[in-house]
Nanobody, 126 residues
Framework: QVQLVESGGGLVQAGGSLRLSCAAS????????MGWFRQAPGKEREFVAA????????TYADSVKGRFTVSRDNAKNTVYLQMNSLKPEDTAVYYC???????????????????WGQGTQVTVSS
């Protein structure tokens, strides 16, 4: 069983920064790509960013490209999401997830992710 625990959310002013962390249990963390998704009230969960098992390949949603950076530390079983230049429209619950499909194509497809964390709230005030 894989457990994912997000942390680092909070309230920040527009233009500010936050770094989210996702700690994973288990010995196979380094074998899987990981993703970040978010869900705003009344909206569907959407893809934010993903990183390959090695960290050598990353993918971003157009809405966060150039502002967010995904990274991972396989020795610590942790994946990060550095969020800079935050906007009010970034307000959402942010989730990390493990990608169960062993390819680097279609990283934004939500159905390819099999384990999810409980989410952490990010609120950006204007």
């Amino acid at each position: 069983q894989v457990q994912l625990v997000e942390s680092g959310g909070g309230l920040v002013q527009a233009g500010g920064s936050l770094r989210l962390s996702c700690a994973a249990s288990g010995r196979t963390f380094s074998l899987y790509a990981m993703g970040w998704f978010r869900q705003a009230p009344g909206k569907e969960r959407e893809f934010v960013a993903a990183i390959s098992w090695s960290g050598g390949s990353t993918t971003y949603a157009d809405s966060v490209k150039g502002r967010f950076t995904v990274s991972r530390d396989n020795a610590k079983n942790t994946v990060y999401l550095q969020m800079n230049s935050l906007k009010p429209e970034d307000t959402a619950v942010y989730y990390c997830a493990r990608r169960g499909v062993p390819t680097t194509q279609d990283m934004a497809v939500i159905q390819h992710y099999d384990y999810w964390g409980q989410g952490t709230q990010v609120t950006v005030s204007s």
